[in-house]
């Protein structure tokens, strides 16, 4: 028994030195992890020196190329083709037949109708002489009327018969006019049977060929057989949003790449913006609403043809020498305004309409403060016009201060009035580079 004891109370030792040795290892770890929760971690940033520049606002749109002017030859008669000349790509002159359509029918119908015409006046020729024959048995009667020697039913039928002959000649003469305006209708059918070009241009499109059947504009829309365009002045045809068609202006200049043309930038200047929109996906989330700005292209030393697709950046504004700094550097922030009222009770509270009131959000950058240890200082600005890169500064910013311009989340988010930061502009150029 005695030597039981010994040895019971050396485990008894033994478990509270290890359970002494966890406690310190835990209480060390404690101590570690609440300091390293105070040290105050670092955001690393890239920055930029504000300087000067000159600052080009672009609005960019997609279309396609077309002639400037360009006419659709449409029949105006109904019938089939029996000449066309020209092919697509021809080169055609004003006055030059461009198509013929068959018009026999048209040619029978003005025999008919001047047939009618002679007839009709013929009947003029009857209609006069039954009318003087009418005036003297009217007059003869009146005498006779006035010797008691007729009565007076006698002298009314000779009135009225003489009424009636010259309504005769009246009706005769209209049916020769109807005739004749039957006629010259029919003649300049006949003339609509040939087609000749307009103007001086090329075929840029040809619908139909010799021997088909088209149909007038007289029944219907009409078909459209070709299209003659003038190609010494082309333009594009760009769509541009709702949003950007309030910059766009007349004169306004603007550099069109043409994928047909992938190494030349071509000039164009803006001579036509419309004023009806054109809707695409109407009522539904897709829906998008687009302007059609029409740009003259300036440059005639390249082979455009109408329909190739292109891409239009419009120069709305430009300034030089202004102050500017990167795009990505500004951002919006929002701050809600709480509001505090006493109850009955003295008590404080935020109103629920105070809570919902916001500000404006404000744009701001984050300049970077001299000193010692690296911070950022919250500064609102006020902007004007950009480009693709950079973003005119009107006020809040001088030149040579150091603004931070990424990354977009530290930008965003993480930074904040005396934020600790670290600059390695290395990192941007590494990820520029890869």
Known sequence: MADIKPTIKKKKKKKLLLFSIIGGVLLLIIIAVVVSGK????????????????????????????????????????????????????????????????ADIYSERINQQQAGVTYSRTQVEVAENNLRKAELEYQRTQQLFNRGLVSQSDLDNARIAYEVALTQVKSANANVRQNVALLRQSSQDLSKATIRSP????????????????????????????????????????????????????????????????????????????????????????????????????????????GMSCNADIKVDSKSDVIAVPIQCITAREEETQDEETNDDGVKRVSEESVKKKQKPKEIVFVLEEGETQKVKKIEV?????????????????????????????????????TKVKVDNELKKKKEEE
């Open 199 to 306: 103007m001086n241009g090329v075929v840029t499109k040809l619908n139909n060929e010799l021997g088909e059947k088209v149909v007038g504009t007289q029944q219907m829309a009409g078909t459209v057989i070709m299209t003659v365009s003038d190609l010494s002045i082309m333009d594009a045809e760009v769509e541009i949003s709702e949003t950007d068609i309030t910059n766009v202006k007349l004169g306004d200049t603007a550099d069109i790449e043409v994928d047909a043309f992938p190494e030349r930038v071509i000039k164009g200047v803006v001579y036509e913006i419309s004023n009806s929109a054109q809707s695409k996906g109407l009522g539904t989330q897709e829906q998008v609403i687009n302007f059609i700005v029409k740009i003259r292209i300036i440059d005639s030393d390249v082979s455009l043809k109408p």
């Open 382 to 418: 006020k902007t004007g016009i950009s480009d693709d890169r950079y973003i005119e500064i009107l006020e809040g910013l001088q030149p040579d201060v150091v603004v931070v311009k990424g990354p977009y989340k530290a930008i965003s988010k993480e930074l904040d009035e005396g």
């Open 39 to 102: 040290k105050e971690k670092l955001v690393i940033v890239q920055t930029e020196k504000v300087s000067k520049r000159s600052i080009t606002q672009v609005v960019s749109g997609t279309g396609v190329i077309n002639p400037e002017t360009k006419v659709d030859i449409s029949a105006e008669i109904s019938g089939e083709i029996v000449q066309l000349p020209y092919k697509e790509g021809d080169t055609v002159k004003k006055g030059d037949l461009l198509v013929k359509i068959k």
